[in-house]
Each structure stands twice: as structure tokens, then as C-alpha cells.
């Protein structure tokens, strides 16, 4: 499974430049850190903050769960047709390659 703080990383970049993010405890947003790359302005930086703010971690980790569980019920499917040759297409269409 993606790790969260992927997720947040990922959010993160999409409204101000950063080098990555550290989240020291999961329950504690005071712990989490945000490393801005140095033309990051103030805008970008509350933006960022914002997006901190908002992030919900039992709503974000359900999103990974149920990813997860849709790929795994995809492979499933697939490896129990009858008379199914995988292909390399639908490895890739599963995230498995």
C-alpha cells in the first residue's frame, strides 16, 4: 500500500514547491513538517499550510485501503476466468507492473 505520507507529499506539491514533508506523529499535525524549497512564497506556504490543515487521516487512509482492496478484487477476477492467459496489459492495468 502507498505510504500516507506519499499522499500528502503529493497534495503538497500541487500548491506550493517543496522538497518533501515529515509527519512525526500521525495524531499530532504540530509534529508534522513541511520543507519548502526556497522561492516558495508566503501564498504557497499558507496554501501548503491549508492543505495540512485539511488532511484527514483516517479519510485519506481508507482511500488506500479501499484502492488497494479494488486492485486485489481486479487480480482476483482476472486469475479466475476459466481459460485466461494473462498478458502483460493486464498486469499493467492492475499496478502490477
Given at each position: 500500500?502507498?505510504?500516507?505520507?506519499?499522499?500528502?507529499?503529493?497534495?503538497?506539491?500541487?500548491?506550493?514547491?517543496?522538497?518533501?514533508?515529515?509527519?512525526?506523529?500521525?495524531?499530532?499535525?504540530?509534529?508534522?513538517?513541511?520543507?519548502?524549497?526556497?522561492?516558495?512564497?508566503p501564498?504557497?506556504?499558507?496554501?501548503?499550510?491549508a492543505?495540512?490543515?485539511?488532511?484527514?487521516?483516517?479519510?485519506?487512509?481508507q482511500?488506500?485501503?479501499?484502492?488497494?482492496?479494488?486492485?486485489?478484487?481486479?487480480?482476483?477476477?482476472?486469475?479466475?476466468?476459466?481459460?485466461?492467459?494473462?498478458?502483460?496489459?493486464?498486469?499493467?492495468?492492475?499496478?502490477?507492473?
Open positions: 500500500m502507498r505510504p500516507l505520507v506519499d499522499v500528502l507529499d503529493e497534495k503538497l506539491q500541487a500548491v506550493a514547491p517543496i522538497f518533501g514533508v515529515a509527519i512525526g506523529s500521525l495524531n499530532t499535525k504540530q509534529t508534522w513538517r513541511i520543507d519548502f524549497k526556497p522561492e516558495a512564497t501564498s504557497q506556504r499558507a496554501a501548503a499550510q492543505v495540512v490543515d485539511a488532511f484527514d487521516v483516517a479519510a485519506e487512509e482511500k488506500l485501503k479501499d484502492a488497494e482492496q479494488a486492485k486485489q478484487d481486479k487480480k482476483a477476477s482476472l486469475l479466475n476466468q476459466p481459460n485466461k492467459s494473462v498478458t502483460i496489459q493486464d498486469l499493467i492495468d492492475l499496478g502490477l507492473l
